[in-house]
T-cell receptor, first 112, second 117 residues
Framework: NAGVTQTPKFQVLKTGQSMTLQCAQD?????MYWYRQDPGMGLRLIYY???????DKGEVPNGYNVSRLNKREFSLRLESAAPSQTSVYFC???????????FGPGTRLTVL | QKEVEQNSGPLSVPEGAIASLNCTYS??????FFWYRQYSGKSPELIMS????GDKEDGRFTAQLNKASQYVSLLIRDSQPSDSATYLC?????????????????FGQGTILTVHP
């Protein structure tokens, strides 16, 4: 998966619980992204980080927070999980020169 | 109107045929266009990128871009059962503020392709 790792691979939460999804890259790219994928909805951008120390909202940021503490890692936090956040979450990195994005293996999250 | 729309599927073609996948986008200033392939339970895999009008060929895959008509297509020649997957069209749409889009992509909903022997 193009040097992008995500943990965990699977997670089941109860409504109201919190958790952090981790993403790490070994490609030394500046830009990193968090997407969610739901049936029939395609991929939707939650948050992105253009460079270390900066983050910005995407299309569906409500209920999430992110942290980009260093160039390698970009984490996504659910403070109080809701069933509507049941989804597959993908982290991606961008090759700047061509705008190409490469995805990690994903985290399948179920909120009961 | 959705920003990026793909032809509704699922699409079923026989082995050896040409599969044609289409995508239209709404923003005329879009500059970068991508096709991803996603197998069931896996992450999207970039298979083609195209930036200028015309055709771009890579093996059995050809991407076609027409900016005037705002569409991009993917042709898969000599389709194989291993091509059976969901194909996602993605477009880099610049931000409304006119600043850099930071490479943000907008995805279509995907087209499921099945190649039957």
């Amino acid at each position: 998966n193009a040097g992008v790792t995500q943990t965990p691979k699977f997670q089941v939460l109860k409504t109201g619980q919190s958790m952090t999804l981790q993403c790490a890259q070994d490609m030394n790219h500046n830009s990193m992204y968090w997407y969610r994928q739901d049936p029939g909805m395609g991929l939707r951008l939650i948050y992105y980080s253009a460079s270390e120390g900066t983050t910005d909202k995407g299309e569906v940021p409500n209920g999430y927070n992110v942290s980009r503490l260093n160039k390698r890692e970009f984490s996504l936090r659910l403070e109080s999980a809701a069933p509507s956040q049941t989804s597959v979450y993908f982290c991606a990195i961008r090759q700047v020169s061509y705008n190409e994005q490469f995805f990690g293996p994903g985290t399948r999250l179920t909120v009961l | 109107q959705k920003e990026v729309e793909q032809n509704s599927g699922p699409l079923s073609v026989p082995e050896g045929a040409i599969a044609s996948l289409n995508c239209t986008y709404s923003d005329r200033v879009s500059q970068s266009f991508f096709w991803y392939r996603q197998y069931s339970g896996k992450s999207p895999e970039l298979i083609m990128s195209i930036y200028s009008n015309g055709d771009k060929e890579d093996g059995r895959f050809t991407a076609q871009l027409n900016k005037a008509s705002q569409y991009v297509s993917l042709l898969i020649r000599d389709s194989q059962p291993s091509d059976s997957a969901t194909y996602l069209c993605a477009v880099n749409i610049p931000s409304n503020a006119g600043g850099t889009s930071y490479g943000k992509l907008t995805f279509g909903q995907g087209t499921i392709l099945t190649v039957h022997p």
